[in-house]
């Protein structure tokens, strides 16, 4: 058995939820093969692999999540669970588990909020995004419109048409109006947040603003978002309220861009 764990959701997060999972390893029928445990997690904090690690999982990768990514942690997981002895009582740290993650930071582990639907990423696929026949007839195979790749991350959107379905552009072209309808309100959600001085409304806001903007390869935007939620957590909120008008400039700028890539498939 193997759970891939979100660490940030709300009431119950998934530090607290492997922890009772390892208290319930033990009993008779389960003690001869531990559930394996992946985080998956959004970023960014020094740290919180170790914080992971200590609570029970196996292994940890950060989102924006890639196949091969993903594929190598489950790869090593399953090769632990056939040579895991029957009675562990911890997560060996030092144990010779490739850390997916390792390089790259982890996320803080407090906010309890989850990303929307479309905020989950995907693999770096081996080919670019398919266009309906007809356009494909008029322009390269695939090709994205022409954009500052600090606007957009190509990788990333290409990576989620793969995770969607090569073919099923309908589908990208619903992702990419959920993210242009629902982004709105949750700048207004920050908006608020600064206003009612509600830091944990503001953190969760920014991070799934944050965790939504990554999965579109909206870079810059997951950029700003990530320093707000940091600076949320970290500095007073009113040092928050400097971040807002940058968001919701960015925003504009994005929106725009992704509206361009989604008449390339109209």
């Not at 489950?74 to 040579?83: D, E, G, K, T, V």
């Not at 509600?198 to 953190?203: C, E, K, S, T």
């Amino acid at each position: 058995d193997l759970v891939l764990m979100d660490v940030q959701m709300p009431e119950l997060d998934g530090l607290e939820t492997t922890r009772r999972i390892r208290s319930c390893d033990f009993v008779a029928d389960r003690c001869d093969r531990p559930v394996q445990i992946i985080a998956m997690t959004a970023n960014a904090m020094q740290g919180d692999r170790e914080i992971c690690l200590e609570a029970g999982m196996d292994d940890y990768i950060s989102k924006p999540i890639r196949a091969e990514k993903l594929a190598l942690a489950i790869s090593q997981c399953c090769c632990q669970l056939f040579q895991e002895k029957p009675h562990r009582k911890a997560l060996d740290t030092s144990s010779s588990l490739v850390s997916i993650g390792e390089g790259e930071r982890g996320q803080e582990l407090t906010a309890s909020t989850r990303p929307n639907d479309s905020g989950e990423i995907s693999q770096a696929p081996e080919s670019l995004p398919r266009e309906p026949v007809e356009e494909n007839e008029r322009n390269n195979e695939g090709s994205l419109p022409s954009l500052p790749d600090d606007i957009i991350d190509r990788e990333a959107l290409k990576a989620l048409q793969s995770l969607i379905g090569e073919e099923d552009v309908e589908t990208l072209i619903e992702v990419l109006d959920s993210y242009c309808q629902e982004s709105p309100q949750l700048i207004q959600n920050i908006e608020d947040a600064i206003e009612k001085r509600d830091r944990m409304a503001l953190q969760m806001a920014a991070h799934t603003l944050k965790s939504t903007s990554a999965t579109l390869g909206a870079q810059e935007m997951a950029a700003l978002c990530d320093k707000l939620e940091s600076v949320s957590r970290n500095d007073s909120i009113d040092g928050a309220l400097d971040f807002l008008p940058h968001i919701v400039a960015q925003y504009s700028t994005t929106q725009t861009a992704l509206q361009a890539i989604r008449s390339e498939y109209q």
